[in-house]
């Protein structure tokens, strides 16, 4: 029988915290995971998949997204490094 693999250093919503660690989710070590095993393009990708939600849940409190931009997306390179 498959088991389901569960992520390691998974968010947890609504509060976005890492699972595992406890930082603020993407934690380094899910940071270093996803670069890893993806470009800078699809790392962008990939966090865009998460971006609506933690913009709903973050967000409603002070209304702003840059700083929550940059948590998400500030840590990708532009280019493959
Ligand atoms: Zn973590």
Redesign the pocket.
Known sequence: MRSIRVLD?APDAPQWN??????Q?P????RREILTTNDPTMARIHMSVYWPFMVVDLTRYDGTTTLLYLRVYGWIPKHRP
């Open positions: 250093h890492c699972r595992d660690c406890g930082d989710w934690c380094a070590e899910r």
